[in-house]
């Protein structure tokens, strides 16, 4: 089983719509990210959480939110999907006590329509 | 803020040659890790290989070899004797401080790499 699983894999929906994408995580790290990938710029950052109650503002978060459920679970939100957000998400967590490098799920590709 | 610059968009070899990708970086931090990510055709980020700042001897993993040039910033990835499973994006990436995975991640615009039979 993967240690970081994003759900869902896939997912074509239409402007304006609601969508949730989860990442759940079997690693115990307590940070977690959200990244998002578009060709020519990389991934950039859009959210990331260093434990339950603390969650911080990356450099793209505008029209995304994000709920950390547990320490296991972070979410993010599109609360009206518009096309320019159709993308490569990914999902990424750390443990610093343990100094290891980021850990990523395998992505949840979202078009808009 | 940090910025991580690839100029290589783009670029193919054939099998068994060897290919350098370039990566420059700009920050103010004394202390840093230096990251090669590839994501194959599957999308996943795999990690190729890290580069403490503080250390001067260049990284290796097997066929993968950094060159780190702290004073100028450039921190480019050498593959020799490429093999078709090397085809994919790679990316170049910079995490602040002295620890893995205390910071949030710095991505280049990724460098599209195909090796050729």
């Known amino acids: 089983d993967a240690d970081v699983t994003q759900t869902p894999r896939n997912r074509i929906t239409k402007t304006g719509k609601r969508i949730m994408l989860e990442c759940s995580q079997t690693k115990g790290h307590d940070r977690m990210y959200w990244y998002r990938q578009d060709p020519g710029l990389g991934l950039r950052l859009i959210y990331y959480s260093f434990d339950v109650k603390d969650i911080n503002k990356g450099e793209i978060s505008d029209g995304y939110s994000v709920s950390r459920q547990a320490q296991a679970k972070f979410s993010l939100s599109l609360e009206s999907a518009i096309p320019n957000q159709t993308a490569l998400y990914f999902c990424?967590?750390?443990?610093?006590?343990?100094?290891?490098?980021?850990?990523f799920g395998d992505g949840t590709r979202l078009s808009i329509l | 803020a940090q910025t991580v610059t690839q100029s290589q968009p783009e670029m193919s070899v054939q099998e068994a040659e060897t290919v350098t990708l370039s990566c420059t970086y700009d920050t103010s931090e004394s202390n840093y890790y230096l990251f090669w990510y590839k994501q194959p055709p599957s999308r996943q980020m795999i990690l190729v290989i890290r580069q403490e700042a503080y250390k001067q001897q260049n990284a290796t993993e097997n066929r993968f070899s950094v060159n780190f040039q702290k004073a100028a910033k450039s921190f480019s990835l050498k593959i020799s004797d490429s093999q078709l499973g090397d085809t994919a994006m790679y990316f170049c990436a910079f995490a602040a401080g002295v620890i893995q995975g205390a910071q949030k991640l710095v991505f280049g615009q990724g460098t599209r790499l195909t090796i050729n039979p």
């Open positions: 990424a967590t750390s443990d610093p006590y343990r100094n290891q490098p980021q850990h």
